[in-house]
């Protein structure tokens, strides 16, 4: 499998992941360099290459990183406001990742950009969460018409969330009602969203995932995706980093999801990207599975580095990273499966 050669704009980006800012900017196309940190977005690292700018590109930056911010903060009141209106009757949403990882992770709300936010609500809670959303100003944006009673069934039976937009403001949110699509965890989600814990955030306790819960959601979440956002990984990284875990814990509930593949490659790609070292507890595992582990951490290499990773070909290489993710015939059987009625659904239902 052909992995391109790093460009020298994503070289230095990958330097920065690891705590080596460039001594200049010479031979750097900066508007390059500029849109790989808006694809992977990771402005919050932004501030270390300031001094190095010209004056005019400079103050490009400067508000890419202030806008970053305060979507952020924008984000923030939105939670809290759909959490208070969701609480009387008798809802309550666990966000994912978003404002709630921000502060949990690193203690500055600025240092996580996002572009919507993911809420976790139970599948029958959502029908009211959506009519308490609309009286707060957001439409469907996914699907994209109402539904029959009928529809809802077959729609939730195939997907697990649905996307809003706010009729005014912009603001993108997720209603999900599970973590990932049934066959991946083998039914065992509860492992990673039960004993929530809570944060505060601008004086209001929210709920939150416990660490290692967090942990194993990244790790997913990230492989799900091949990691093609670097920002995905540097969560993953900053929690290895900055949180004391329970690896005994996370290792034992990985095996028991059958998710071992996915969280190997996410602390192999940390190792590989942001310079971490892996705990002990998961050498076993590595070494397991160092066969697959060396083609799936390729197949997110190709992801990352590809800027146009939204092209078929691109699309083929992550059907074929689905395919591997676990290592039984019925899962991969679950996979198809899911695809096509998520397609299908897309294509002739929600539209």
Not at 65 to 74: F, Y
Not at 118 to 142: H, I, N, P, R
């Amino acid at each position: 499998m052909h992995i391109p050669k790093p460009t020298k704009e994503q070289q230095l980006l990958f330097n920065l992941l690891k705590g080596d800012p460039p001594a200049n900017l010479e031979e750097i196309d900066t508007a390059k360099l500029f849109d790989l940190f808006r694809r992977h977005r990771l402005f919050p690292l932004a501030p270390a290459l300031l001094p190095l700018l010209e004056e005019g590109e400079r103050e490009r930056w400067k508000k890419a990183i202030r806008l970053g911010s305060v979507k952020t903060l924008g984000f923030v009141s939105r939670l809290l406001e759909i959490i208070a209106a969701l609480k009387p009757e008798g809802i309550e949403v666990m966000p994912l990742k978003g404002p709630v990882l921000a502060q949990a992770l690193y203690g500055d709300l600025s240092q996580r950009h996002m572009r919507d936010l993911d809420l976790l609500v139970t599948s029958g809670d959502m029908q009211k969460a959506l009519e308490v959303l609309q009286t707060l100003g957001y439409v469907l944006k996914f699907p994209e018409k109402e539904l029959t009673a009928r529809q809802w069934r077959i729609y939730f039976r195939h997907q697990y969330d649905v996307g809003l937009v706010h009729r005014e403001q912009g603001i993108m949110l997720e209603l999900h009602t599970r973590i990932a699509y049934p066959g991946l965890l083998g039914g065992l989600e509860n492992l990673i969203t039960d004993e929530p814990e809570t944060i505060e955030i601008a004086g209001r306790a929210v709920r939150s995932m416990s660490k290692e819960g967090t942990f194993l959601y990244l790790a997913v979440h990230g492989a799900h995706h091949l990691f093609f956002r670097l920002f995905w990984l540097r969560d993953l990284a900053e929690a290895l980093n900055r949180w004391e875990l329970d690896h005994a814990w996370i290792l034992q509930s990985a095996r028991q999801m059958g998710i071992e593949r996915m969280l190997g490659v996410g602390l192999r790609l940390a190792r590989s990207f942001y310079g971490n070292s892996i705990p002990a507890e998961y050498q076993s595992l590595l070494e397991e599975n160092v066969t697959i582990l060396n083609k799936m951490e390729k197949r997110c290499r190709r992801a990352i580095l590809n800027p146009r990773f939204y092209g078929w070909r691109s699309r083929i290489n992550v059907f074929r990273f689905y395919m591997t993710l676990k290592p039984d015939r019925k899962h991969r059987w679950s996979t198809l499966t899911a695809l096509f009625h998520r397609w299908y659904i897309r294509r002739f239902l929600a539209r």
